[in-house]
């Protein structure tokens, strides 16, 4: 079996920072990609933010320059720093990660969800 756990949301006023993180745990043969998706109210879940075993990123248009995706590999962890937040981030964010369990498999795995509120 292999878990999500998430920790880091919270309140947070506009322009103000915050850090996710989520480790992976468990049965874990390779890590083949990492990444933060968002839901809020009503809408859909979209990606935000994602990375590859090789090293390659990639953002949701709404949030280039502001949030950074990165990994510590030893800890099977990666993080979301979130920076000049807006009332728009307001969301519930879940971590997705393709993991396998062995060298035949790959599945997909979520956490349990981090609440973000960005308000004042």
């Known amino acids: 079996q292999v878990q999500l756990v998430e920790s880091g949301g919270g309140l947070v006023q506009p322009g103000g920072s915050l850090r996710l993180s989520c480790a992976a745990s468990g049965s874990i043969y390779r890590i083949y990609e990492m990444g933060w998706y968002r839901q809020a109210p009503g809408k859909q879940r979209e990606l935000v933010a994602g990375t590859t075993s090789g090293g390659s990123t990639n953002y949701a248009e709404s949030v280039k320059g502001r949030f950074t995706i990165s990994t510590d590999n030893p800890k099977n962890t990666v993080y979301l720093q979130m920076n000049s937040l807006e009332p728009e981030d307001t969301a519930a964010y879940y971590c997705?990660?393709?993991?396998?369990?062995?060298?035949?498999?790959?599945?997909?795995?979520w956490g349990q969800g981090a609440q973000v509120t960005v308000s004042s």
């Open positions: 997705n990660a393709v993991i396998g369990t062995n060298w035949l498999n790959r599945n997909v795995y």
